[in-house]
Structures are given as C-alpha cells and as structure tokens.
C-alpha cells in the first residue's frame, strides 16, 4: 500500500512534466473505484484545464487545475499513476523504445500505440484487453498520457469544484515535516489516547501518511516498544519519535519508495528501500543491530515487527 513516501516519490516524478499541461480527454473504465466522481463531472472540471501545481496531503495527490478546481487522488491499496509519452515507439517484443521508459519490470502490460489504437477505436471489449486494470486514462498536452492502474479498486479518484475540499482530507493529521508537528504537542495529543503506539502512528488523525510499513521502521528507529500506551510516552520519546519519522521518510523518498508488492512509480519502476527495512517483513530474522530474532504481532489487524530487544519499553521507569 503507498504511503507518504511513495506518493511523494510519484508527485515528483509527475510534476515537472505535467505542471503548465493542459488535460485534453478524460476516458474511463466500467468498473468502479471505492471513491470516484462521474466521467461527466471529470470532463466539466478537469478537461481543457492547464495544471498549475501537484501537491501532497498527507497520501492524497492534489493536481491543482486553472480555475480553481483540483484533481485529487488516492491510490488505496494498489493504485499505480503511469505517465507515458506518446512519442515513444512500441517495439516488436512489446518493450517501448525510450531512455526512461525501457525495461523496467514489472512494465505495464499495454504499449503506447495500444493506448492511442483503443483510444480512437472507443470498443469497451478492446479497452478491456488492452487495459487491464486501467480505470482512467487522461490525456494530457504534450503527448502525454496520465494512466490510473488499479487492481483492487481501493482507490479514489474525485474532481472538486473550486472552494470544495473532500471530507477525508478536513479530518486529516498534520504532516510529519510541519514544523507544528512538536514533541510537546504529541505528548499533548498522546495524553487523551489510550491506545498502542502502533496504533497512534497508523490512525492518521494525528500525524498523517505513516501507514504499516514505515510505522514499523519507526518505532524500531525510536527504540520504543509497539505496544506502549501513548499516554506513557515522555517528552523525549516524542522527540525521538519525530526525529526517526523524519529521517527515515526522507531518506524513503530518496531511495524512490518501498516496493514490496505492487508499488510502482509513474515511470513503472520499482523503489529500492524494501532494501533497507530492519524490521519490516523480516520475522523469524536477525536484527540488524543486535541478533536477537525479530518478532511480528498483530495490531488493529495489522502485522507490526519489532525487536524484542531493542525495542523494550524504554519510557517506562516503573
Ligand atoms: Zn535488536
């Protein structure tokens, strides 16, 4: 499932190439995604708009047009943002002839010339062949094509009027680099919570975009236990707690997300920091810092790792 740093990790591979574009055609699939707005209402806001800016909120992508209308996306579980160009040319093998775009694995199964062949024939049966999985496809100035991937259908994909902000963003947390994110306030926020620290990091009301995997990483950088009550935490775990937040989203970012079962990035490629994870993934392991074996219990149903040794309940003095 993406979280904050692989949204990031698409927003800037999407933006230098679609900022100041025109959105010329929006097309879209039969299926529907869990949140979605009418093929009418994408056409009425998002088509013949320029895009003045991509922000991030939280796991959300804000394609922010002219006019003062946003494109906002969520890619649940397994959504994928594909940009293709359509000047590239489809080899004989399937592969596509471009310096960015060849041989990545895995690639979308469709070719460019398959995009722009299905977008003029308009058949839902050839749609549905040369597409799997893709829900809507945006064509954008330049040549360029914006393809929405998703497998399971989890994600959201809302046009919003000018002044129009969707629900699930007004309740959101605040961002883990907000300079508002203090330790003073989550301890603050943590007093009123009776609940696992695991859980404090996943709900998102109060911190935003740290989703199971960097939940894991996190805690395992702070040193403190997954099964902590928040409401126990002092002053320095909270310290702790936004330094290896920030540290280990950042440096996601850097290495292009973490690819462990569909993530991709608008260009089809996978990130690299499934490579570095300490404890995610890696029970029945060694940990890396100290050998003890790492263990996973579930949380809110959810699988949490951690080392039993590095991660006793420091805060706790009693
Ligand atoms: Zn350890």
Not at 200 to 228: C, K, V
Not at 236 to 243: P, S
Request: with cysteine; charged share 25%; net charge positive.
């Amino acid at each position: 499932m993406p979280e904050l740093p692989e949204v990031e990790v698409i927003r800037q591979g999407l933006a230098p190439r679609l900022v100041g574009r025109r959105f010329l055609a929006v097309h879209k699939g039969e299926k529907k995604l869990r949140r979605e707005s009418s093929l009418l209402r994408l056409q009425r806001l998002v088509v013949g708009r320029r895009l003045t800016a991509l922000k991030r909120r939280g796991k959300y992508l804000l394609f922010q047009l002219e006019g003062g209308a946003t494109l906002v996306i969520h890619l649940g579980m397994t959504g994928r943002l594909l940009l293709w160009r359509a000047t590239l040319v489809p080899l004989a093998d399937g592969q596509v002839e471009d310096s960015g775009h060849k041989g990545c694995e895995p690639s979308p199964p469709f070719s460019l010339r398959a995009v722009e062949m299905a977008a003029a024939a308009d058949d839902v049966e050839l749609h549905k062949f040369l597409f799997p999985h893709v829900h809507l496809r945006f064509q954008v100035e330049g040549d360029f094509w914006l393809l929405y991937q998703d497998v399971r259908r989890f994600g959201q994909v809302l046009a919003c009027a000018p002044g129009e902000v969707p629900e699930a963003l007004g309740r959101m947390g605040r961002e883990p680099f907000s300079r508002r994110v203090k330790p003073e306030w989550l301890l603050e926020m943590g007093r009123r919570r009776k609940c696992p620290l695991k859980n404090f990091l996943l709900d998102g009301r109060t911190i935003t975009g740290i989703g199971n995997i960097y939940a894991s990483e996190i805690m395992f950088a702070a040193q403190l236990s997954p099964t902590l009550p928040v409401s126990r935490l002092t002053l320095r775990d909270w310290q702790r707690i936004i330094m290896a937040t920030r540290r280990i989203l950042r440096l996601a970012i850097r290495r292009g997300g973490t690819t462990v079962n569909d993530y991709l990035n608008c260009e089809g490629k996978a990130g690299l920091f499934q490579f570095e994870l300490m404890v995610y993934g890696r029970a029945g392991e060694p940990c890396k810092k100290c050998g003890a074996l790492i263990e996973r219990l579930v949380q809110a149903g959810r699988s949490t790792f951690y080392c039993p040794w590095c991660q006793k309940n420091q805060a706790i003095n009693d």
